[in-house]
């Protein structure tokens, strides 16, 4: 059986995809993180939030470039016109890759007090 059931830290990091909710959760004092999607559900988890999440692991593939590799691995840093041409320029000679996302699939989530 594929089922999970984890207690963590809601952080800074929530988004929307693909009319779903994402999040990042913090577990074990910022050991771990286990992004937690929530399906065509509006969601409203705060940060620093504890919560106890029940769900299964799903994993989904995406074909990424190394322009929005960086572009994502970078989103919260300055511009930074020098590295934006060195990237350009090995994206040209780079295909993109496969790259996996491990997720859990919320079913119940329980906020603690």
């Known amino acids: 059986m594929n089922q999970v059931t984890i207690e963590g830290t809601v952080t800074n990091d929530i988004w929307t995809y693909s009319g779903d ?4 959760l913090r577990y074990d004092d910022g050991n771990a993180f286990f992004t937690i999607r929530f ?3 509006p969601l ?3 940060p620093g939030t504890r919560i106890v999440i029940t ?3 799903i994993s989904r593939e995406q ?3 190394l322009e929005d590799f960086v572009r994502r691995a970078t989103r919260n840093g300055e511009p930074d016109e020098e590295l934006d041409e060195l990237v350009k320029k090995l994206a040209r000679r780079l295909e993109p890759v496969n790259r996996s996302y491990t997720e859990i699939l919320a079913r119940e989530i329980r906020t603690l007090r």
């Open 63 to 65: 074909r990424v470039d």
């Open 44 to 46: 409203d988890v705060k």
């Open 55 to 57: 769900g299964e692991l």
């Open 21 to 24: 909710t994402l999040f990042r």
């Open 39 to 41: 399906r065509n559900l």
